[in-house]
């Protein structure tokens, strides 16, 4: 008689955390289980997902790696945390339904349409053929239908939509893609499209499209429901709707965003590369700034001024149906609101709030819990550069070098965002806006009650800017509760930020936090900083010298205005010929004259932001500014490129930077006749060969070799990508920010590093 020897078998309790609810990770480990001839059970929980398996001790070990390496696509892994049980025999895997509790999971961002869906939704033998909601584990609305945790339906903004039958079949069947697939629906049971214009019945459906198609052929503004709130739409190679829509939205002349119907038409008006087109494709589908083709077929009014398009693809299913009957093949596609209020989210609200602003409405019954809007990125050298964090993106978490305590981040007044942290983890929000009218206010509670009901923090203590006059500190000082509130300087928040990012925790870094304003230690304007820095403090080892910042916003606002400012404290004159002075000609210049004379109004700035509209102004490229850093933008993209164009050279005086010698360069050059992009590409340059100087200089004194690159200033592709360059070149190791902004818009993530660390 033989005897076989039965392999050992085991059980163990696997708790995985990280981004695995709302991606189809308990169907993948059921079939990861089945596939490993495994008994057990998965389930969702508060604290991530808990499988127990049982089997062969070699087919146990191998589900405890292949939980990880084999995870879905949507999936991000943070935690396997193995736990050895008595074995209890069996041979069924089921899949439990979720439960409640302490803990914390992470929810998915947004994704864009998938394959698989878009096929289907092209299919007319498909259910679903032509669905404008069609969705799978894989694709759909996550963060922003998110009510609460675990991610179930019922913890949705599709809760009031009882699935079909046959949608249910395809809900419940583990090997269906849309098992648990939260938001899945069909024609039969799902949301319904609708059409509002105003004194006629509204459209629902396939009429409702079909109306929606003439309306844009015929020249008029849309509201149509995205995934996290409303955008106005219209043809944007219409020059007369696209100029409409911009005196109707008060926009200036800040640019607008396009969706273009597909690659092949995206490609036809910008340039696009290899890590373009897998942004402008992937899961997150940002709009990506690319660079307008000469003849693109879109109207000047869409981006005036610039030589730049924001571009994105269509990222659901209802954007694919705008452009799939005859007629434009790009849309202008800008966020719902008017100029600096929050996006619109509600039906209600968008056929009131957005009344002055579209003709017709495309909504539908699906609620947005959380508005959310579009990212927006860029290219340079090759790595995608965050200018806002929003759709796609958040609340996919930040992994920190070191621990926080549990902390809210409530970031600055521009661009706000806001942080929470606890652990190794930091939340950053999606877009919030400029805190400065109540609507944003109320958006900014809104956003951060949710967050910490997401992501389980009660925070401890609040961290702000040190400005006194920030509607942000003001919020955090209001509803502290008792709780400590820590101010942190805003340019040492810029550089913890890509610290952070990198999770950087070595030897004290050489910071240039470059932008247009920071509230500084001294009470000035900073904004031209030269840092050596880590998340304990900061030393100031150089900054541009100081120059009045004539009538504050209203300087900011009149770029010609920080010219003569400028002029005047390098001592050089108020030449007629020159491009600012005939802007400012008249009563304007007597008064700016007489107001710097007695300093009436003019507080003390070293911001760089400033020095580039200067120069901006001086160049004849922009003199008033209709929207934030529009003659920064503008002045680089005129630039010319070719050698030996040369530098204009900044004078450095113990710890000063004066910009002297470059006005008096970029002076000599107007009044020659040479052209702006000559004069932009002269201070470029001369700007990253500071740089290095000045990185020499600090990293000799103090052994250093490691340098970081925060602020506005450093969304600017030229200045970037030339001071990567030169310092590199020059032996640094570079810090530059990949994840975050490196705008105030990323500015809590070091607020948070910074002052809550455990």
């Known amino acids: 008689m033989s005897i076989t020897n039965e392999p050992e078998r085991v059980r163990t309790r696997v708790l995985v955390t990280g981004v695995v609810q709302g991606v189809g990770f308990r169907p993948f480990v059921y079939s990861l289980a089945r596939e490993l001839g495994l008994s057990g059970q998965v389930g969702n929980t508060a604290a991530g997902v808990v499988a127990e398996v049982e089997g062969p001790a070699a087919a146990v070990a191998a589900f405890g790696r292949r939980v990880r390496t084999d995870a879905p696509p949507l999936a991000a892994v943070s935690t396997v945390t193995p736990e050895s049980?008595?074995?209890?025999?069996?041979?069924?895997?089921?899949?439990?339904?979720?439960?409640?509790?302490?803990?914390?999971?992470?929810?998915?961002?947004?994704?864009?349409?998938?394959?698989?869906?878009?096929?289907?939704?092209?299919?007319?033998?498909?259910?679903?053929?032509?669905?404008?909601?069609?969705?799978?584990t894989n694709c759909g609305p996550r963060f922003t239908i998110i009510t609460g945790l675990p991610y179930d339906r019922p913890a949705t903004t599709?809760?009031?939509?009882?699935?079909?039958?046959?949608?249910?079949?395809?809900y419940a069947d583990p090997a269906d893609r849309r098992f648990h697939a939260q938001p899945i629906a069909c024609p039969a049971c799902g949301p319904r499209l609708q059409l509002v214009q105003p004194g006629l019945e509204t459209a629902y459906d396939e009429d409702a499209l079909a109306i929606a198609h003439?309306?844009?052929?015929?020249?008029?503004?849309?509201?149509?429901?995205?995934?996290?709130?409303?955008?106005?739409?219209?043809?944007?190679?219409?020059?007369?709707?696209?100029?409409?829509?911009?005196?109707?939205?008060?926009?200036?002349?800040?640019?607008?965003?396009?969706?273009?119907?597909?690659?092949?038409?995206?490609?036809?008006?910008?340039?696009?590369?290899?890590?373009?087109?897998?942004?402008?494709?992937?899961s997150r589908h940002p709009i990506v700034l690319l660079r307008r083709r000469p003849g693109a077929a879109v109207a000047e009014a869409v981006a005036p001024g610039n030589p730049d398009l924001g571009v994105m693809l269509p990222y659901t299913p209802l954007h694919h149906l705008l452009f799939d009957q005859p007629g434009p093949c790009v849309l202008v596609m800008t966020s719902g609101n008017l100029?600096?209020?929050?996006?619109?989210?509600?039906?209600?609200?968008?056929?009131?709030?957005?009344?002055?602003?579209?003709?017709?409405?495309?909504?539908?019954?699906?609620?947005?819990?959380?508005?959310?809007?579009?990212?927006?990125?860029?290219?340079?050298?090759?790595?995608?550069?965050?200018?806002?964090?929003?759709?796609?993106?958040?609340?996919?978490?930040?992994d920190l070098p070191v621990p926080v305590r549990p902390a809210l981040a409530v970031g600055g007044d521009l661009k706000n965002t806001f942080c929470l942290g606890d652990g190794r983890y930091a939340w950053l929000s999606a877009h919030v806006g400029d805190m400065d009218n109540l609507a944003t206010l109320r958006a900014f509670e809104r956003a951060e009650e949710h967050l910490e009901q997401l992501t389980g923090v009660r925070p401890e203590v609040i961290v702000t800017d040190k400005h006194p006059s920030y509607r942000s500190r003001q919020w955090a000082q209001l509803n502290a509760a008792g709780r400590p509130v820590v101010g942190v300087q805003h340019h040492h928040a810029?550089?913890?930020?890509?610290?952070?990012?990198?999770?950087?925790?070595?030897?004290?870094?050489?910071?240039?936090?470059?932008d247009g304003t920071g509230y500084g230690d001294d009470g000035a304007a900073w904004g031209g900083e030269v840092l050596v820095a880590d998340y304990d403090g900061f030393v100031r080892e150089a900054h541009l010298k100081y120059v009045p910042l004539p009538g504050g916003d209203a300087g900011v606002r009149n770029p010609c205005r920080m010219?003569?400012?400028?002029?005047?404290?390098?001592?050089?004159?108020?030449?007629?010929?020159?491009?600012?002075?005939?802007a400012c000609r008249g009563p304007e210049l007597q008064l700016l004259r007489v107001q710097l004379d007695k300093g009436i109004a003019c507080a003390p700035t070293s911001s760089m932001g400033r020095l580039f509209d200067a120069v901006s102004s001086l160049a004849g490229v922009c003199h008033r500014a209709g929207y934030e850093a529009q003659a920064a933008i503008e002045l680089e993209g005129l630039i010319s490129s070719g050698r030996g164009l040369g530098a204009y050279e900044f004078a450095v005086t113990g710890d000063e930077i004066d910009p002297a010698p470059v006005l008096a360069g970029v002076v000599r050059d107007v009044l020659r006749g040479v052209e702006p992009g000559v004069v932009s590409a002269r201070f470029h340059q001369g700007l990253a060969d500071l740089m290095v100087t000045l990185a020499e200089r600090v990293g000799a004194a103090r052994g250093l070799t490691t340098v970081a690159l925060s602020g506005g200033v450093f969304v600017n592709?030229?200045?970037?990508?030339?001071?990567?360059?030169?310092?590199?070149?020059?032996?640094?190791?570079v810090l530059r920010?990949?994840?975050?902004?490196?705008?105030?818009?990323?500015?809590?993530?070091?607020?948070?590093?910074?002052?809550?660390?455990?």
């Open 85 to 136: 049980l008595a074995p209890r025999g069996g041979t069924e895997f089921v899949i439990l339904d979720s439960t409640t509790g302490p803990g914390r999971t992470l929810v998915s961002p947004d994704v864009a349409t998938c394959a698989d869906c878009l096929a289907e939704f092209a299919d007319p033998s498909d259910r679903r053929y032509r669905h404008p909601f069609i969705s799978c």
């Open 158 to 170: 599709m809760a009031d939509f009882p699935l079909c039958p046959d949608c249910a079949r395809e």
């Open 214 to 282: 003439g309306l844009l052929v015929d020249g008029a503004i849309l509201a149509v429901k995205g995934l996290g709130g409303f955008h106005l739409v219209c043809d944007a190679g219409d020059q007369a709707v696209v100029t409409t829509l911009r005196k109707r939205k008060d926009r200036g002349d800040k640019p607008f965003a396009v969706m273009a119907a597909d690659l092949d038409a995206a490609r036809r008006i910008a340039v696009i590369d290899a890590e373009d087109e897998a942004l402008l494709t992937g």
């Open 339 to 398: 100029s600096d209020e929050p996006i619109v989210t509600t039906d209600d609200e968008a056929t009131t709030r957005l009344a002055g602003l579209a003709d017709a409405w495309l909504g539908h019954d699906r609620p947005i819990h959380v508005p959310c809007d579009d990212s927006v990125v860029r290219i340079v050298d090759g790595i995608e550069l965050p200018v806002r964090r929003s759709r796609g993106y958040a609340p996919f978490p930040i």
């Open 494 to 514: 810029h550089i913890a930020s890509v610290l952070a990012e990198h999770r950087y925790d070595g030897d004290p870094v050489i910071g240039f936090a470059f």
């Open 563 to 582: 010219a003569m400012s400028h002029l005047r404290a390098a001592g050089l004159p108020w030449h007629p010929a020159l491009p600012s002075v005939r």
């Open 717 to 733: 592709r030229v200045l970037l990508s030339a001071t990567t360059r030169a310092l590199t070149g020059a032996g640094f190791t």
């Open 737 to 758: 920010h990949r994840r975050v902004p490196p705008t105030d818009a990323g500015l809590a993530l070091g607020q948070l590093a910074v002052a809550a660390r455990a």
